[in-house]
Structures are given as structure tokens and as C-alpha cells.
């Protein structure tokens, strides 16, 4: 077979087969994928809950790392051999949003990965607008962590996360932890809850402070820890009822609560203590260019903890095989698939 790819067909069902060769168009690029990770999207997709936005089957994925191979006609800030990364968010640039500078939340986003075909392939073919440019030097396994990073990068630069901060991070799933590592990177105090031992036990690896809510009072917690102030800043990336319950009871006075989570359900939410505190709520979502700049960045220096971050390697092959694993509840921070591998 030329080139490989994993197909979403329908739910509990991925297949790995012969995928197509692109030719890149005006203003496009072909890229050989090296590396690209599992996220919480694509197990949401193989679950069968994001349908509606599938008509047959397609190649998904989106956090990944390659080279460029071939150029379309007008592409001249790149060459072949170039390592890259996709900021995967192709938006109309005619709606209200876009007019007003938020391409990335366009209200007819192109989500390339989940409304168009993805990154889990070995050939893939992409606007030459999205790419971003590696160090020559990277890891390729721990670059195609620039898409998550940037979410972080996102989410901190939007909460205005500033130096001698004190910061909760409610959730410690792969976004959890890495905007507990990008606050703390900003000068941030950092303390993380979480109910599950091996994200706790990889938070701690990773020198952050830890609270487990299920056997310590979160909100006396904070307390102790910001001397009755609460928190500047809280993350909710839990996208649980607790932790919205929670976020509103450990904020400080004109604190800033950001939530990051997706919640399958509208959680109550205590609107008194907006109220009585003052508090200010911001939602974030995606990334935007800076973002994905600033993410690249911090892929050097925050190089050891996030090659951490990695705990599973596997070939593009096995890629059934790891939706059914995660789906199962594998203790996995981020599985990264070598696409080109065997």
C-alpha cells in the first residue's frame, strides 16, 4: 500500500487500510506524518458521540508532527524537508466571528481531523496557512504535543495567569496537567485536584502539589494554602458536576474562574457567589496563532515533563487496539502512535 490511514466508521469501530496520496492544490502542502497523539476528542468520536458531524467513514486525529514533501503552486514560506505541526482549525473568514478576529471559534469551523480528514494517515494534505514550523533539532514524538500544549498556552494567556499567583487546577487528565505545567511555567503556585491515584501519582512526579477531594476537604485545603484568600485563579478541566460545584467555593475575591472542560450536561453553578465575590468567568476554546508560537517555545523547555507526559508509544497499526484499551480505562496520560512505524 502508498500510504496507510485509520478510518472512524462507525461507533466502537476504527480500521487501519490503504489510504490516498493528495496532491497538494494551490496553497496547499503535503506532509508525511511522523508522530501523532491520542486525545480525549478522538475517543469521544470512537464512542459514537460526535456523529452528526461524520457522513461515511474518514480518517481522524489531529495532534501530530511530519515533514513537508511537496508543495502546491504559490507555497513559498516552506521547503520540502521543513518539520511541521498542524493547527488544525480551517475557518471560513466570512462569518461575524472571523470579521472580528476569532477564526479560531468561526461559527463554521472546519475542525480539520473531526469535520474533514485527519492526521492518523501517513500522507496527509493541508493549507499551507496552518502550519507552523519546528526547530530543526525536536523530538518529532514530543512536537506532535504542540496541539495539546497550545490549548494550555491558550487557557493560561486567557486567564491572565500572572507570576506569585496562586492557581487550582481542577482535573488532572493530559489538559489538566499541562496547564498546571504552563501556569507554573508562567511563575504560578500550582495545586492540582484529582480523584484518580495515577494522574495523582504523575502530578506529583511532576512536582506539583496535589489534593485528592475524595479524602481531603478541597475547599479547607485552599483555604490553608492561600491563608484564608482562595485561589487567584481556577481551572475547571474536570468537566464534572463536583468540580463546578467546587470551582465557585475556592476562588478568591474577584478571582478568576476559566473553564476548559467540555460538560456533557449543564452542571448547576452557584451564581451567588459570583455575586457576593465578585468573580470573573471566562470560557476558552481551541487555540489561536500565538498560542501554537508560544507552545513551540515551551516544547524545549519544558522538555523532560512533558516527554513524561508520554506513556505509550505504538504503531499506527495497534491504533484499534488503543481506542479499545483507553475506552477501558488503560492508566495512559498520552498514547503518541508512530504512523510511519511497525
Known amino acids: 500500500m502508498d500510504a496507510v490511514g485509520a478510518y472512524y466508521e462507525r461507533a466502537g469501530c476504527v480500521r487501519v487500510g490503504e489510504s490516498e496520496i493528495v496532491a497538494p492544490s494551490a496553497g496547499q502542502v503535503r506532509i508525511e506524518v511522523e508522530w501523532c497523539g491520542v486525545c480525549g476528542t478522538d475517543l469521544h468520536i470512537f464512542q459514537g458521540h460526535m456523529d452528526g458531524r461524520f457522513d461515511g467513514r474518514r480518517v481522524i486525529g489531529h495532534e501530530m508532527s511530519g515533514r513537508v514533501v511537496e508543495l502546491g503552486a504559490g507555497v513559498s514560506d516552506y521547503a520540502v524537508g521543513d518539520p511541521v505541526v498542524v493547527r488544525p482549525l480551517d475557518a471560513c473568514g466570512a462569518c461575524p466571528a472571523c470579521h472580528a478576529g476569532h477564526g479560531h471559534i468561526c461559527q463554521h469551523l472546519n475542525f480539520i481531523g473531526i469535520d474533514s480528514?485527519?492526521?492518523?494517515?501517513?500522507?496527509?494534505?493541508?493549507?499551507?496557512?496552518?502550519?507552523?514550523?519546528?526547530?530543526?533539532?525536536?523530538?518529532?514524538?514530543?512536537?506532535?504535543?504542540?496541539?495539546?500544549?497550545?490549548?494550555?498556552c491558550h487557557d493560561v494567556r486567557l486567564g491572565q495567569v500572572a507570576a506569585g499567583e496562586k492557581v487550582v487546577v481542577i482535573g488532572g487528565g493530559p489538559i489538566g496537567l499541562l496547564n498546571a505545567l504552563v501556569a507554573r511555567h508562567a511563575g504560578a503556585e500550582v495545586l492540582l485536584s484529582e480523584v484518580s491515584a495515577f494522574r495523582l501519582e504523575k502530578a506529583r512526579q511532576l512536582g506539583l502539589a496535589t489534593v485528592n477531594p475524595k479524602e481531603e476537604d478541597l475547599e479547607e485545603r485552599v483555604d490553608a494554602w492561600t491563608a484564608g484568600a482562595g485561589a487567584d485563579v481556577v481551572f475547571e478541566v474536570s468537566g464534572s458536576a463536583a468540580g463546578a460545584e467546587a470551582m465557585t467555593r475556592i476562588a478568591k475575591v474577584r478571582g478568576r474562574i476559566v473553564i476548559v472542560a467540555?460538560?456533557?450536561?449543564?452542571?448547576?453553578?452557584?451564581?451567588?457567589?459570583?455575586?457576593?465575590?465578585?468573580?470573573?468567568?471566562?470560557?476558552?476554546?481551541?487555540?489561536?496563532?500565538?498560542?501554537?508560537?508560544?507552545?513551540?517555545?515551551?516544547?524545549?523547555?519544558?522538555?523532560?515533563?512533558l516527554d513524561s507526559l508520554i506513556t505509550s508509544r505504538r504503531p499506527l497499526r495497534a491504533l484499534p487496539e488503543v481506542f479499545a484499551e483507553l475506552t477501558s480505562g488503560a492508566e495512559e496520560v498520552k498514547v503518541m502512535i508512530d504512523i510511519r512505524g511497525e
Not at 280 to 288: D, I, K, P, S, T
Request: hydrophobic letters at 50%.
Open 117 to 152: 480528514p485527519g492526521a492518523f494517515q501517513t500522507s496527509w494534505t493541508v493549507p499551507a496557512a496552518l502550519l507552523h514550523r519546528l526547530p530543526s533539532n525536536i523530538a518529532m514524538d514530543r512536537a506532535a504535543l504542540v496541539e495539546p500544549l497550545a490549548v494550555a
Open 262 to 305: 467540555i460538560f456533557a450536561q449543564a452542571p448547576p453553578v452557584d451564581l451567588f457567589q459570583f455575586f457576593w465575590r465578585e468573580l470573573q468567568l471566562c470560557g476558552v476554546r481551541v487555540y489561536e496563532r500565538e498560542d501554537y508560537e508560544c507552545a513551540i517555545r515551551l516544547i524545549a523547555e519544558l522538555a523532560e515533563p
